[in-house]
């Protein structure tokens, strides 16, 4: 089975400074999905990514699937305090015909925090 | 609705009791997904069900879990004979068809076994 592993498991920044969260898998990506959490709230969609090499951006969040297709990276510039939470990545399932469906493998999330 | 919405929000029982969690997805939503997210963990993939066809039960940790949808609409996870590690949050998605790039989460079920 599919296995992600998050990087770094917390994060603590001083408001205004970059950063970047790594997402490995074991196998091949064939969709990769950045979610954020909020404590005691659901997960909010941020980005997703198909492409080996494919690169989105969203205010200031840019999500990177790389070209193996086996690793994802979320940065944020100049974070906010508004930026903190938990970030989830997903991958998508492949069922035996070689179709994604819905059900996703996440990894173990990045908690991050940002004093002002 | 206009989102995924679950009910109790919060939920406190004692170990050996039975417990029931309800999820009502998005209007017209036929994919409908259950996830566990236990302290310090990722979300667990519990069941999926996509229409009519059978479940995806492979998440499901024993057979003290299962879930049902009625009428292709509202969900409802049942935990039988809770246990302490059964404490988690329990989390409902549900989206258009069985790409995930619609999930809509709800806001989840904190469950506490004590």
């Known amino acids: 089975s599919q296995e992600l592993e998050q990087s770094p498991q917390s994060l603590i920044v001083q408001e205004g400074k970059n950063l970047t969260i790594n997402c490995t898998s074991s196998?091949?990506?064939?969709?990769l999905y950045w979610y954020k959490q909020k404590y005691g709230e659901g997960l909010i969609f941020l980005m997703m990514?198909?492409?080996?090499?494919e690169e989105k951006s969203h205010e200031k969040i840019t999500a990177k699937l790389d070209e193996k297709k086996q690793q994802s990276s979320l940065h944020i510039t100049a974070s906010q305090p508004s930026h903190a939470g938990i970030y989830l990545c997903g991958a998508a399932t492949l069922n035996a015909g070689g179709t994604s469906y819905g059900k996703l493998t996440f990894g173990q999330g990045t908690i991050l925090t940002v004093h002002p | 609705g206009a989102g995924v919405s679950q009910s109790p929000s919060n939920k406190v029982t004692e170990k050996g009791k039975d417990v029931e969690l309800r999820c009502d997805p998005i209007s017209g939503h036929t994919a409908l997904y259950w996830y566990r997210q236990s302290l310090g963990q990722g979300l667990e993939f519990l069941i999926y069900?996509?229409?009519?066809?059978?479940?995806?039960k492979s998440g499901l940790p024993s057979d003290r879990f299962s879930a049902e949808r009625t009428g292709g609409s509202v969900s409802t996870l049942t935990i039988q004979r809770t246990q302490q590690e059964d404490s988690a949050v329990y989390l409902c998605?549900?989206?258009?068809?069985?790409?995930?790039?619609?999930?809509?989460f709800g806001s989840g079920t904190r469950l506490t076994v004590v």
């Open positions: 998605a549900s989206s258009l068809g069985a790409n995930p790039y619609g999930y809509t």
């Open positions: 990514l198909q492409k080996g090499g």
């Open positions: 196998k091949t990506l064939y969709g």
């Open positions: 069900f996509q229409g009519n066809s059978a479940p995806d």
